[in-house]
């Protein structure tokens, strides 16, 4: 890399055929090509003898922080198709349990209904229970009058010795 430092001493445009080509062959290898802000002294005008090339660790040339973007960019696309793969199976288990909450709720309404209908029943069972009670209560105190009658009448038949 100290074998090229020369070529940076000088204006792109100063340097012959040659050096450009050695230049080149350097390029990603020894250096990359990186943005240098100018030091603009008060004695110095801004155009003037303002170099943008370096000298620089190829850990931080552009191709290296390409490098590091791709990565990132790879990464972070793992991570959004982990995300979407995450996001649909989260999708598919809450269209199953609306689905499951739908018909639930069609067998609490269906449950409602059959028990307002088992309400009637049960309803027109007690009123059936209730007059058969009334009838029974009513069948025996005849039945009780027709025993005593039989008995009336048993009495006075004569007896067969």
């Known amino acids: 890399m100290e074998e090229k430092e020369h070529l940076f001493s000088k204006n792109l445009s100063d340097l012959s055929t040659g050096q450009l080509k050695e230049l080149c062959k350097g390029i990603h290898k020894s250096f990359a090509a990186t943005y240098k802000r100018p030091v603009v002294s008060s004695h110095q005008k801004p155009d003037q ?52 909450a739908g018909h639930l709720k069609v067998t609490v309404r269906q449950l409602h209904v059959d028990n307002e209908k088992l309400k009637k029943h049960i309803g027109e069972w007690k009123s059936m229970a209730e007059e058969s009670e009334g009838r029974a209560a009513k069948y025996s105190k005849e039945m009780g009058k027709i025993y005593a009658i039989l008995e009336e009448v048993k009495s006075e038949l004569p007896r067969a010795e």
């Open 49 to 100: 003898d303002a170099s943008f090339l370096e000298v620089v660790d190829p850990e931080l040339s552009f191709v290296a922080k390409i490098d590091e973007l791709h990565r990132d960019n790879h990464r972070l696309a793992c991570e959004i198709r982990n995300w979407k793969q995450h996001a649909a199976m989260e999708s598919d288990r809450r269209q199953k349990a609306e689905s499951e």
